[in-house]
């Protein structure tokens, strides 16, 4: 049901992209870029919003000079009082990396509290848990973790 003071944004952006190296021995990546994000506001304490994205990105495993991410994530904010919310988010993440034939996917979940001491300075706890899957097993990996974070904004 849509409420009257229901809110939906929707921003797609589509292109292609060009990643080039200074150094002559790596080659020039290109190909389609896109984001896309909707958000939806049924009332004023709550807030839904997915995206998806790909994107050429640089590569951090053996010789390869970039990776093609495509990213998936869904997310929901609840806003409990006026200096504490929450949210509560799931992820997919793919990268294909060129000049190797590896790629990973990883499937992450979190939760976080936030509080608001004032505005530009706030304390949150998150927990993540990141599942990563690879075709070279040494990137496979399960990960659990609790971050408490004091946050200014300046």
């Known amino acids: 049901t849509w409420q009257a003071t229901a809110k939906t944004k929707a921003v797609v952006k589509v292109g292609y992209q060009w990643r080039t190296y200074t150094d002559p021995a790596y080659d020039t990546r290109s190909g ?3 984001q896309g994000m909707l958000s939806w506001a049924p009332g004023s304490s709550d807030t839904v919003w ?25 997310n929901w904010r609840h806003q409990w009082l006026e200096r504490i919310y929450t949210s509560v988010g799931a992820f997919y993440l793919q990268q294909q990396y060129t ?8 499937i992450n979940g979190r939760v976080a509290a936030y509080y608001t001491f004032r505005e530009g300075v706030w304390a949150d706890l998150q927990y993540t848990y990141s599942q990563r899957t690879s075709d070279q097993q040494q990137f496979d990996y399960n990960r659990n973790l609790v971050l408490l974070n004091l946050r200014v904004l300046f």
């Open 99 to 106: 000049e190797v034939n590896v790629t990973n996917n990883s």
């Open 32 to 34: 389609p870029g896109f």
């Open 50 to 74: 997915a995206e998806v994205s790909n994107a050429i990105n640089e590569a951090l495993i053996f010789n390869a000079t970039s990776t093609t991410t495509q990213n998936y994530n869904v």
